[in-house]
């Protein structure tokens, strides 16, 4: 279970799986447990709202609920990401704890992300569901429902597919040269899904993931429905599509 400072091996798996662990800017973003903790009427200086009206501005969407959910999406991704990397390939993860994670909610995607101090802990499900699920996506979630109304199922099944997709590309990556690693992936992944929060948001199937819910990424301008949607074809748009 050691983990070097840096997290080299996570390097060659791409941006989604990297973590910063030195070199924070001087101007020091906040950390993640700031900005769930946020309630302040000033989008410069609350985290989560300047994050959800910049990926709105981003994708020319007047729907923050929409962007919230993407926004959203996006850093469960790098959260799941980091951690299932550091289980596979280390056989420990980092301590995830929001109060040493920076946060940097003006950087272009995928989200950039600090981590202070490398604390290992083990790499069995039930420790990275508290980090990830505990830790970051239920405060996450309530965040983002009290400020946007974005439906809880929703959210839920952003996390799931976050999962699957972590874990798809890390067996993409180690399938040819790691096998062992490919299947440390799908079977972490798996016992991942028999969460309470993640049972109820789809069905894992080796790689493959059908989510119960939609992003609502149809909603974006140009936008579709994603590879996993419960949609087959977007729907018409109503205001309480795919509510969850």
Do not use: K
Request: hydrophobic content about 45%; charged content about 20%.
């Amino acid at each position: 279970m050691d983990l070097d400072p840096d997290l080299t091996a996570l390097r060659p798996l791409g941006g989604f799986f990297v973590l910063r662990t030195a070199g924070a800017p001087a101007a020091r973003p906040p950390t993640l447990a700031q900005a769930y903790a946020h309630r302040g009427e000033d989008v410069y200086a609350d985290s989560i709202t300047f994050r959800v009206q910049t990926v709105a501005d981003r994708l020319h969407t007047p729907e923050l609920r929409v962007s919230a959910s993407i926004a959203q999406q996006a850093l469960a991704a790098r959260l799941w990401s980091v951690a299932l990397g550091c289980a596979v390939l280390y056989g420990g993860v980092p301590d995830l704890d929001p109060r040493r994670l920076l946060w940097d909610a003006a950087a272009s995607a995928p989200d950039d992300l600090w981590l202070t101090e490398v604390r290992p802990r083990p790499a069995d499900a039930a420790t990275v569901a508290d980090i990830v699920v505990r830790g970051h996506l239920e405060p996450l979630t309530a965040a983002l429902r009290a400020r946007y109304g974005v439906a809880e199922g929703l959210l839920w099944g952003n996390a799931g597919s976050a999962l699957a997709g972590a874990a798809r590309e890390l067996d993409r990556w180690a399938r040819g040269t790691a096998p062992e690693a490919a299947a440390h992936a799908r079977t972490l992944a798996a016992e991942l899904f028999t969460h309470p929060r993640l049972a109820p948001t789809g069905t894992l199937t080796g790689t493959a993931f059908r989510r119960r819910s939609c992003c609502l990424y149809y909603r974006v301008p140009g936008g579709g429905i994603c590879g996993d949607c419960c949609f087959t074809r977007p729907p018409r748009s109503s205001p309480g599509d795919a509510s969850g």
